[in-house]
C-alpha cells in the first residue's frame, strides 16, 4: 500500500483511504465501498512488552501444552458422562 493512502495516528492506529471504486475498492456499485486489510507487523514503532501485545517468546508452547490438556480432560470427562448414561439404562461396559 503506497504511503498517500494511509496516515499514522499512533502507535495503534492507521487511518487507511480507500476511494469509491478506487483500485482498493472491492465493490463496484457507485456510492459503496468495500475493502480488505490485513496489517502483517507492526512496524511503526511503540512496540512495548508489558502492555500486553507481544508474544514473549515461549509462551506459544505453553498455549498448545494448555489446550492439548483441556482436551483430554474433556474426553475423559465425556467418557465418564457415557459410562454413567449406560449404566442408567441397564446396559454394561467393560
Do not use: C, F
Amino acid at each position: 500500500m503506497d504511503k498517500s493512502e494511509w496516515t499514522r495516528v499512533n502507535d495503534h492506529t492507521l487511518e487507511v483511504t480507500v476511494q469509491d471504486n478506487g483500485p482498493r475498492d472491492l465493490d463496484e456499485a457507485s456510492g459503496q465501498i468495500r475493502t480488505g486489510i490485513a496489517p502483517t507487523a507492526n512496524t511503526l514503532g511503540g512496540y512495548d512488552e508489558s502492555s500486553g501485545n507481544a508474544s514473549g517468546g515461549g509462551g506459544g508452547s505453553a498455549g498448545t501444552l494448555l489446550l492439548m490438556l483441556l482436551a483430554l480432560l474433556a474426553l475423559a470427562g465425556a467418557q465418564r458422562r457415557g459410562r454413567a448414561l449406560a449404566r442408567g439404562r441397564g446396559a454394561s461396559i467393560k
